[in-house]
């Protein structure tokens, strides 16, 4: 199950991370730090956030990133999907309202394994990890 796949990876970007406490590019990076995993933050308008480097791109993370989990709206995750293929990621996680059809199609179309329909935060929150 791609569900199980992803948890198991250790390597992941939240691209919208903010350091807004009340939001869920926040929450979601923190739940996944809190959990153990090697979590990068990605937003072009913060250059740290708690003291965590923060990236303007996917480009600009200093390691292979096994997972993208996506917290922006569906206009943005649109270029996101062609920076991680250029990058070779595999995972794309779309959390909800960031994506439409045609996120989807596309990155259906050029062969990512995905999720939109769950939401990583509730996953960890319920205690499923790898």
């Known amino acids: 199950m791609v569900k199980d796949e992803m948890m198991s990876k250790e390597v992941w970007a939240v691209v919208g991370v ?39 791109t996917l480009k600009d993370v200093p390691t292979n990133i096994e997972v993208v989990d996506l917290v922006v709206s569906p206009k943005v995750s649109l270029n996101v999907i062609d920076e991680a293929k250029e990058l ?4 794309l ?3 909800p309202g960031t994506f ?3 996120v989807i199609d596309k990155a259906e179309k050029l062969g990512f394994k995905i999720i939109y329909d769950d939401c990583v935060l509730a996953t960890l929150l319920k205690g499923e990890r790898k």
Request: hydrophobic letters at 25%; a negative charge.
């Open 18 to 56: 903010t350091p807004n406490e009340e939001k869920f590019g926040y929450k979601i990076w923190k739940i996944l730090l809190d959990n153990g995993y090697e979590t990068y933050g990605v937003n072009p308008n913060y250059d740290y956030i708690h003291n965590k480097k923060i990236y303007p």
């Open 88 to 91: 070779g990621i595999e995972y």
């Open 93 to 95: 996680w779309f959390q």
């Open 100 to 102: 439409d059809q045609e």
